[in-house]
């Protein structure tokens, strides 16, 4: 029997104690688990690398980022079950913590930045509309690598595209100094078109179709790494001549703006005295950015230029957030009172 681990979904099972003990096809499918979360990483760098030498190969492509994105949230849709959600309904103070801990940690942190590096105006404004945006559905999938609480990530995802189109346009005429006009009704189709309605159809399936889902969850990592590491690629192909241009210090401020993030978000769960799944989640909701919406918001604001900061975001958050995910995916769950299991979280879920 391999070594015990806390199984990701204490929600449903708080409150057991018992050791779970492993068949050998279990036993399999944790190990194939853990090499798609260690691999995660090398997949992201090797598709940014590749989307950056042939990115005539990839931009044809960026049509289809909304479609690989609806890929990534079925596949969290078939992860979660109904107690999963009742569990985020019965405390909204994570979810709230997790909203606020956004909203404040990334735009502050970017407005910090920009100033300590003395970033010129058009930077600066770039580096701040990212931290203004929404959570980039990105998150959900280094929580689920991470053994994070999934649902929590898919409802402080929501929840911040929902509520974007009030707060990123006053945080970025407050900390900028200039106003943006965003397309409310366009972004509630794009949240309900890639993540609500697939996450949703993955919650159905998973209840209709379980024999078959049981057999695909272990596979789930493998398919969020594949399809995560294509968006990395298509997204570096389209800003492959402004990755150039960018210099170090946009990339400086981009590694600073992202680790803050991770770091803070992990933190806030802390104070907010949320268990070790949260933190891990609120990690990334905080620390991954919709770099994809800034990128376009800036391009049709202010200038291409102000869009570097979002283009460099798009590859360096996946990369960072993959590495960590992997090093998060071999820690064990911290908190006493989850039963252990030694599955990851793809093979622990029980159709």
């Not at 397309?183 to 509630?188: E, P, S």
């Not at 057999?215 to 789930?220: D, F, I, M």
């Not at 992202?258 to 933190?267: A, D, I, P, Q, S």
């Not at 960072?320 to 299991?341: C, K, M, N, Q, Y």
Request: a positive charge.
């Amino acid at each position: 029997m391999l070594e015990a681990t806390k199984t990701p979904n204490s929600s449903r099972d708080a409150g057991t104690a018992a050791d779970v003990p492993l068949n050998p096809a279990l036993a399999a499918e944790a190990k194939i688990a853990r090499i798609a979360v260690t691999i995660f990483p090398i997949l992201v760098v090797v598709a940014g690398v590749a989307g950056f030498l042939l990115p005539g190969a990839f931009k044809p492509l960026a049509p289809s980022v909304p479609f690989l994105l609806g890929i990534i949230m079925f596949c969290m849709g078939l992860t979660l079950t109904p107690p999963d959600f009742a569990s985020v309904a019965k405390r909204p103070w994570a979810v709230a913590l997790g909203i606020v801990a956004h909203y404040v940690i990334m735009p502050g942190a970017g407005w910090l930045i920009a100033v300590a590096l003395h970033l010129e105006p058009e930077l600066a404004v770039g580096l701040i509309l990212v931290g203004c945006a929404p959570s980039g559905t990105a998150s959900n999938v280094m929580a689920f690598l991470a053994k994070g609480d999934v649902a929590l990530s898919v409802a402080v995802a929501s929840v911040s595209t929902l509520i974007a189109p009030i707060f990123t346009p006053l945080l970025v005429l407050f900390l900028a100094g200039s106003y943006l006009s965003i397309d409310a009704g366009g972004m509630v189709q794009d949240i309900l078109k890639t993540v609500l309605l697939p996450v949703v159809a993955g919650l159905l399936a998973r209840l209709f179709l379980k024999k078959v889902v049981a057999k695909v969850l272990p596979a789930l990592p493998w398919a969020s790494a594949v399809v995560i590491s294509l968006i990395v690629a298509i997204v570096v192909a389209g800003s492959a001549s402004k990755i150039v241009a960018a210099g170090g210090i946009v990339f400086l401020a981009v590694v600073l703006h992202n680790g803050f993030g991770l770091g803070l978000g992990y933190l806030a769960g802390k104070v907010g005295r949320l268990d070790d799944r949260a933190r891990r989640a609120l990690a990334f909701e905080v620390g991954m950015q919709n770099s994809g919406l800034a990128a376009t918001l800036a391009t049709a604001h202010f200038s291409p230029l102000a869009a570097l900061p979002s283009a460099v975001f798009s590859l360096w958050h996946n990369i960072s957030g993959a590495i960590v995910a992997a090093w998060l995916a071999r820690r064990p769950i911290r908190d006493a009172a989850a039963p252990e299991t030694t599955v990851p979280e793809a093979a622990a879920l029980n159709a």
